[in-house]
């Protein structure tokens, strides 16, 4: 089960960033120094961080160096908020909220595959990291728009033991998306796929895992307020069994009782 860990809960960490890396047009990855981050932080989990506009964006952690005591966050230009980021240098100041959220539970886990569309492959590349340094063997799938538009493909190839990169316009290893990309491998009972993506892309993965009796966790990334569990603005609906033993579902916070969920608990509607 996902595992959670909310001690950080409304810590606000004033942070120095350390280098903004442009990937390309709309990509960027922020280097941050935090030593109580980098030292605390999970696959899975993300920080909000302050735009210097009205509410914070939630952010997935991609790596962290322990040593040097940084994390990073992999952003995709989407509107203000993320323009502005994309516009930080060396030595400005962000202040952020985190470690939040539950994260990627490795223990038991012998094999994985994670399974990332879009920015979604950010927090499954801190995954990959983890599993490497727990000598867990892993096969990154990852969808991307083009090779033009493609992020990390490096950095996946150099700690991942199998990589499958796909495209929209089928410029890379496969001509379409990550779960259709996941259809072509060969999955077995003892491996467990993690996903994080567009939505119809997880739904479609979660298929593809049920169909082989494959256990399967997904990061949901819905919109935010708070990130803190309070407002309720990301609410997901999460199945349950009523008392008569009829399928049923309730809400659950996707900020504070996720982002990570059992995909076979989600209500893929
Ligand atoms: C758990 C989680 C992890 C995420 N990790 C990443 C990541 O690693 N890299 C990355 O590029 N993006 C990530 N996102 C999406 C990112 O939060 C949004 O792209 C960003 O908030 C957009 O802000 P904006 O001001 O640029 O855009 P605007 O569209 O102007 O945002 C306006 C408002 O909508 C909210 N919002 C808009 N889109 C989203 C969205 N998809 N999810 C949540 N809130 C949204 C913003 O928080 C803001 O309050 C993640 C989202 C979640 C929920």
Not at 75 to 97: F, N, P, Y
Not at 142 to 150: N, P
Not at 182 to 207: A, H, K, N, W
Not at 217 to 243: H, N, Q
């Amino acid at each position: 089960m996902p595992v959670t860990d909310h001690i950080h809960r409304n810590i606000e960490h004033k942070c120095r960033i350390i280098s903004n890396r442009h990937i390309n047009d709309d990509v960027f990855i922020l280097e941050i120094e935090n030593k109580v981050i980098a030292g605390s932080s999970k696959p899975g989990q993300f920080v909000n961080v302050d735009c210097g506009s009205f509410l914070k964006r939630p952010i997935s952690i991609c790596g962290t160096d322990k040593d040097k005591g940084t994390f990073s966050i992999g952003i995709r230009i989407k509107g203000e908020g993320t323009r502005r980021l994309s516009t930080k240098i060396a030595g400005d100041e962000l202040t952020v909220i985190g470690p939040l959220g539950n994260c990627f539970d490795l223990s038991g886990v012998s094999s994985l595959v994670a399974v990332g569309g879009g920015i979604g492959i950010f927090p499954l590349m801190f995954l990959i990291e983890e599993a490497k340094r727990m000598g867990i063997k892993s096969t990154a799938v990852c969808g991307y728009r083009s090779l033009s538009e493609s992020f990390c493909t490096i950095e996946l190839s150099g700690k991942a033991d199998r990589t499958c990169f796909s495209s929209d316009c089928g410029d890379m290893d496969f001509h379409g998306n990550a779960a259709q990309a996941l259809s072509t491998l060969e999955l077995s009972r003892g491996q467990t796929v993690f996903t994080c993506g567009p939505i119809q892309m997880m739904r479609s993965v979660y298929s593809i895992c049920e169909a082989h009796d494959v256990k399967c966790f997904a990061s949901l990334e819905e919109r935010m307020g708070c990130g803190t569990g309070i407002c309720l603005v990301c609410a997901c609906k999460i199945k349950t069994i009523d008392k008569s033993g009829n399928s049923d579902y309730e809400y659950k916070r996707c900020c504070y009782d996720g982002p990570v969920f059992d995909a076979s608990e989600v209500v893929w509607d």
